[in-house]
């Protein structure tokens, strides 16, 4: 291992600007899945919707750096509003149902950075 790093430049303020982030955004879907069948995202397609997304953000030519991560999450801990995916740095949260829900969140929010106002979670919707 080198020890060649450099120290901190005390005289610079920390680089706050969005150039430094790996990714663009992020969104995690929760995928959980409970024994016995008991209610989680999983019931209710999550899977489908995160292969959906998965490859509609690679179809855009979204994903990779600078650009879209799409990654699988467990449980959120929103389940009532489940199933459910959270898109990062904005913290946008989206209760979906369907492929044109996915889409739509794809093609407003992570390749134009529009939220989609009729998908999101409602606030008050937690455990
Ligand atoms: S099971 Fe999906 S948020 Fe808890």
């Known amino acids: 291992m080198t020890q060649d790093r450099h120290p901190p ?33 999983a019931n209710h397609r999550a899977q489908a919707a ?18 879209v991560r799409v990654n699988k999450a467990g449980c959120l801990d929103r389940c009532a509003a489940g199933p459910v995916a959270v898109v990062y740095p904005e913290a946008v949260w989206y209760s979906y149902v369907d492929e044109q829900d996915i889409d739509e969140i794809v093609e407003s929010h992570l390749k134009n950075g529009q939220v989609v106002e009729r998908l999101l979670t409602p606030p008050h919707l937690g455990r």
Do not use: M, T, W
């Open 9 to 41: 430049d005390s005289d610079s303020p920390p680089d706050s600007s969005s150039s430094s982030s790996y990714y663009q955004r992020h969104i995690f879907f929760c995928l959980n899945e409970r024994p016995n069948g008991k209610e989680a995202c």
């Open 50 to 67: 995160f292969d959906r997304c998965k490859s509609q953000v690679k179809a855009a030519g979204l994903s990779g750096p600078g650009q």
